[in-house]
């Protein structure tokens, strides 16, 4: 699980840059719109797929961080090995039969979408499988870090 644990913070890690070339895409639209009077569209797409990938790792990331919103107004108070207990069981219980159900409901459309090499339905742009494949992503890295928290010594927490 160390391995697994490891390979998942390198794939986060890099995923984290994207944000910078999203930005940036977001920026750029202005200019290309009103100054250029062309590639607005374009720029909207790329930045599309590339949020799209970056908000797949993102979800991980908070996960692993434990940095997502948390109804824990009693389970703050419990002692460590409960709390433990608790996210294990969330995971088993939760986060890995939803992550499977993505995988297995999402699979069939996103495989079609990346064979066909579908396009953005508006401006016909090439990528739009690529937001597509972004929800399996999503799941399977959600489905690995629950895997690695079900099987790990201990457990980070938020504290």
């Known amino acids: ?5 490891r390979g998942l913070a390198s794939v986060l890690g890099a995923a984290s840059l994207l944000v910078l070339p999203v930005s940036f895409l977001l920026f750029l639209q202005w200019p290309l719109r009103e100054v250029a009077q062309r590639g607005a569209r374009e720029a909207n797409d790329l930045a599309q797929i590339l949020f799209a990938l970056y908000v797949s790792a993102a979800v991980t990331a908070a996960t692993r ?9 009693f389970a703050r108070r419990y002692p460590a090995p ?3 207990g608790l996210w294990r069981a969330a995971c088993l219980a939760i986060l890995v ?35 597509r494949l972004a929800a399996i992503v999503l799941a399977l890295l959600a489905l690995l870090q ?5 099987f790990a010594p201990g457990i980070r927490s938020r504290e």
């Open 1 to 5: 699980m160390g391995r697994l644990d």
């Open 97 to 131: 039969p939803a992550a499977c159900f993505v995988i297995w409901s999402g699979g069939h459309g996103a495989w079609m979408s990346l064979v066909q090499l579908e396009r953005f339905p508006e401006t016909f742009n090439p990528g739009y499988f690529v937001v």
């Open 82 to 84: 409960w709390k433990q």
């Open 65 to 73: 961080d434990r940095a997502h919103l948390a109804a824990d107004f």
């Open 146 to 150: 629950a895997l690695v928290d079900l």
